[in-house]
């Protein structure tokens, strides 16, 4: 059994978990509720009513709760009418970077990635992205959005006309409760701090929103953009998410690049998406096959290649940037990407204008050491 930091209000946490003290005890004797190095508490797992990713600032026992998963829909129109009880719906894009909530905690503005870490890059980036009056005027919110931008160390994409990160605010949330605002009230503030949000196609009668969506999503697969969350616009209801079929075709690009070094469901669940989405459009024999055909060389090209790389006695790595205002973040990230148990090596940091760009390469491990090992003879 571990022995659990004597620092810790057992009662406190269970009061906030709206649950018992043993049951906290045992998370905590799990390690599925765990101390991080700056000394909060991380939640790994869902309990009832208490998201993954959530953490405990120990100062104050504040709660900046874990971003809920969204469900997906597959058959877009039978899901809306399934999933959703409201009259309208409003439709927001779904932007493909990383998952970020900003909080002020003791004063700082601070960000946390999904896994409920203080990421000390992000929170570096968000230091400047946020002005600090909208915390001030209201210290109890969680500003949920996407950073997204060449600069990600995690998604790096191009697609958003973004010189280095971004931060696209999607929700703000209550600390504590995470209970969301509505959409509107979300704008409101945004527009009064002037902080850019995902950008929302529209308000739609639910009876129209398949007819709408399917128009938006046709438009963002064809601009490489990832597809669209469907909100209640009380906030009431849980959203829905739905992607293009490029944005599927791109991920399984990504990852069978590096295919020993994701996980099975991974691949599975794309698959299926493209499935359901040829029958719900109703697609001609020739759209199958075009369907077909990228599908196809999503899969293949990326892992031809890769073999080849390796057959070479090239390393596959995954060639990330970032930039920072001071290299004692660039430290500090390093140690971050160990804590998560990232390989990676650090180039040596360029100067541009007052900033540093420290380019920085992901070595994906299990696909290097899988791939050489059949080329040699094993078997998989
Ligand atoms: P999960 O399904 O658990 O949320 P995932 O990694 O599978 O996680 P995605 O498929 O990327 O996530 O979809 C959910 C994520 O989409 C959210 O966690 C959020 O980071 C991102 N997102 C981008 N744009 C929006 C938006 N407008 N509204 C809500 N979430 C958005
Ligand atoms: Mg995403």
Redesign the pocket.
């Known amino acids: 059994m571990n022995e659990i930091p004597a620092d810790i209000d057992i009662d406190k946490i269970a009061e906030l978990f709206h649950t018992t003290k043993q049951r906290v005890r045992g998370l905590l004797n799990r390690r599925t509720l765990h101390k991080t190095p700056d000394g909060n508490l991380i939640l790994d797992k869902s309990i009832s009513g208490v998201e993954s990713g959530t953490n405990v600032f120990l100062k104050n026992y504040e709660v900046v709760c874990g971003?809920?998963?969204?469900?997906?829909a597959m058959m877009l129109q039978s899901a809306l009418a399934a999933h959703f009880s409201c009259k309208s719906v409003a439709v927001?894009?779904?932007?493909?970077?990383?998952?970020?909530r900003v909080a002020y905690i003791d004063n700082k503005i601070i960000a946390l990635t999904?896994g409920g870490h203080t990421c000390p890059y992000t929170t570096e980036k968000a230091q400047t992205l946020i002005p600090k009056e909208i915390f001030t005027d209201h210290p109890g919110i969680v500003l949920?959005?996407?950073m997204a931008g060449p600069d990600s160390p995690y998604v790096p994409k191009n697609i958003y006309n973004v010189k280095s990160l971004e931060f696209?605010l999607?929700?703000i949330r209550e600390k504590n409760t995470g209970m969301p605002l509505s959409v509107a009230a979300k704008y409101n503030i945004a527009e009064q701090y002037n902080i850019t949000?995902?950008?929302l196609f529209g308000v739609y009668p639910l009876t129209e929103a398949y007819n709408k969506i399917t128009r938006i999503i046709k438009n963002l697969g064809a601009c490489g953009r990832?597809g669209?969350?469907i909100?209640d616009p009380a906030m009431k209801q849980p959203?829905l998410?739905y992607?293009s079929s490029q944005s599927n075709c791109s991920d399984l690009q990504h990852a069978f690049t590096y295919y020993h070094d994701y996980a099975k469901s991974f691949f599975y669940s794309r698959i299926a998406r493209e499935a359901f989405q040829s029958v719900e459009w109703n697609e001609t024999p020739e759209e199958i096959q075009s369907r077909c055909i990228q599908l196809g060389e999503g899969i293949l090209q990326p892992m031809i290649t890769t073999i080849k790389k390796i057959q070479e006695e090239e390393k596959i790595s995954e060639n990330v940037q970032i930039l920072v205002k001071s290299l004692n973040t660039a430290e500090k990230f390093k140690e971050h990407l160990r804590i998560l148990g990232i390989d990676a090596i650090f180039h040596r940091p360029e100067k541009i204008n007052n900033e540093y760009l420290v380019k920085i390469q992901k070595i994906n491990q299990r696909t290097n050491d899988k791939t050489e090992s059949i080329l040699t003879g094993n078997t998989w």
């Open positions: 971003f809920p998963k969204i469900q997906r927001e894009e779904k932007m493909n970077g990383y998952n970020t999904r949920c959005g996407e696209f999607f929700d949000c995902t950008k990832e669209v969350v909100k959203p998410k992607t």
